[in-house]
């Protein structure tokens, strides 16, 4: 079975307090994401990355920022978490896309709030 | 840019029903084409994975095809059970990058 841990399922912050959400997969796959899912709004990327040490702003990297210093975990961070940062997050892995493999698997995902 | 919508946003039928979840995208050019269920608080989990070579694929009750020269996947879902509820959304695979649509929610009622 595919796993795809996110280390938190709800958390609650204060704003501008430093938040972390770390991602584990173990199927070796070179692509990560982190989306956050708001209604209305449906899926939007944040951050991938194709490699280790290797990262892509996506649509709203705006006071976000990652990590990802081995191939099978991908943090996402605020820096200064701020109530407009409430939402649900969800991380996902998927094989090379080049090779026609882009199939994607998601984390349970984790509920932040931000008081 | 692609965009893939999902038409109607929600959806009830009653139990035993076969119904289609319908999902349309702009730019024809995809690799891949991934349907998804969402339970509410939940992550997505996949359901079916079309290839951009392929036309349709099968798992039990659900089969999903792909027209990709019309821009168009249909999910098909054999007679509904109360547990199929839940939010299906679609998702292709163009250049580096997934695009989502918003979902369908579905509700099957006993």
């Known amino acids: 079975d595919v796993k795809v841990t996110q280390s938190s399922r709800y958390l609650v912050k204060r704003t501008g307090e430093k938040v972390f959400l770390e991602c584990v997969q173990d199927?070796?796959?070179?692509?990560m994401f982190w989306y956050r899912q708001d209604p209305g709004l449906g899926l939007r990327l944040i951050y991938f990355?194709?490699?280790?040490?290797?990262?892509e702003k996506g649509d709203i990297p705006e006071g976000y920022s990652v990590s990802r210093e081995k191939k099978e975990r991908f943090s996402l961070i605020l820096e200064s978490a701020s109530t407009n940062q409430t939402s649900m997050y969800l991380c996902?892995?998927?094989?090379?896309?080049?090779?026609?493999?882009?199939?994607?698997?998601f984390g349970e995902g984790s509920r932040l709030t931000v008081l | 840019k692609q965009e893939v919508t999902q038409i109607p946003a929600a959806l009830s039928v009653p139990e035993g029903e076969n119904l289609v979840l319908n999902c349309s995208f702009t730019?024809?050019?995809?690799?891949?084409l991934q349907w998804f269920r969402q339970d509410p608080g939940k992550g997505l989990t996949s359901l079916l994975l079309?290839?951009?070579?392929?036309r349709e694929q099968t798992s039990g009750r659900l089969n999903a095809s792909l027209d990709k020269s019309s821009g168009r996947s249909t999910l098909y879902i054999a007679a509904s059970q109360p547990g199929d509820s839940a939010t299906y959304l679609c998702?292709?695979?163009?250049?580096?990058?997934?695009?989502f649509g918003t979902g369908t929610s579905l509700t099957v009622i006993p």
């Open positions: 996902a892995h998927g094989g090379r896309l080049s090779l026609n493999t882009g199939e994607l698997f």
């Open positions: 199927m070796d796959h070179e692509n």
């Open positions: 990355s194709y490699d280790v040490k290797m990262k």
């Open positions: 730019d024809s050019a995809i690799y891949n």
């Open positions: 079309i290839q951009s070579s392929q």
């Open positions: 998702a292709v695979i163009t250049g580096n990058q997934f695009y």
